[in-house]
């Protein structure tokens, strides 16, 4: 079992609606959680960032933990055709210089 | 543009051939890390390296590849005698490790095809 799990998709919506995206993870030792958006053969780009239990909004993005569930959701407003990408999850643990551990992506298409 | 760069951007191989790429992170940039991507499945961590010292390697470095980090600035992988299974995504990463809350940068990734 790996240890961050994501629904690879592809998750299709239509333009405006919201998009729910999630992972679990086994690790009780991750305390930094982070969602990366990737363009088709483009590197992964940091969209949100967050420590530990609790919510964090940026514009149309929304980032949730449950620490406690092992549970983390990135939710996009006011979905656009550009958001049309793959969008994965990465976790660490506390100290510094520690690898990220990504889960394997959701493909997700807006439909205009 | 200031953000991480990465040389080449695609390479096509021949098996049994040697492949080396290249990674220049952020300006100031001490922390830098080198991840794999296959199709369809997110990066996996292969080395980091403070300034120029590697301090951790995944054991999905065989010890066909190595990498290195001259004088703390750009950072090398070599990959000798390639297989078809190093046909991937090579993501370079780095990072500010001032904090514990260090966030790491990606460059546009080297794709590589053995062939």
């Known amino acids: 079992q790996k240890e961050v799990e994501q629904d690879p998709g592809p998750l299709s919506v239509p333009e405006g609606a919201i998009v729910s995206l999630n992972c679990t993870y086994s690790?009780?030792?991750?305390?930094?959680f982070m969602w990366y958006r990737q363009y088709s053969r483009k590197g992964p780009e940091l969209l949100m960032y967050?420590?530990?239990?609790g919510n964090k909004e940026d514009g149309r993005f929304t980032a949730q933990v449950d620490k406690s569930s092992k549970y983390i959701s990135l939710f996009i407003r006011d979905s656009q055709p550009s958001d049309s990408a793959t969008y994965l999850c990465?976790?660490?643990?506390?100290?510094?210089?520690?690898?990220?551990?990504f889960g394997g992506g959701t493909r997700v298409l807006v439909k205009p | 543009d200031t953000g991480v760069s990465q040389d080449p951007r695609h390479k096509i191989t021949k098996r049994g051939q040697n492949v080396t790429f290249r990674c220049d992170p952020i300006?100031?940039?001490?922390?830098l890390y080198w991840y794999r991507q296959t199709l369809g499945q997110g990066p996996e961590f292969l080395t980091y390296?403070?300034?120029?010292?590697?301090?951790?390697k995944s054991r999905l470095l065989s010890d066909r590849f190595s990498a290195e980090r001259p004088k703390g600035s750009f950072s090398t992988l070599e990959i000798q005698r390639t297989e078809q299974g190093d046909s991937a995504m090579y993501l370079c990463?780095?990072?500010?490790?001032?904090?514990?809350?260090?966030?790491?940068?990606f460059g546009p990734g080297t794709r590589l095809l053995v062939l």
């Open positions: 690790n009780s030792a991750f305390q930094y």
């Open positions: 990463a780095s990072s500010l490790g001032v904090t514990e809350q260090e966030t790491q940068y």
């Open positions: 300006s100031e940039h001490n922390r």
């Open positions: 390296f403070q300034n120029e010292a590697q301090l951790e």
């Open positions: 990465a976790m660490r643990g506390r100290a510094a210089g520690n690898k990220l551990t």
């Open positions: 967050t420590y530990s239990s």
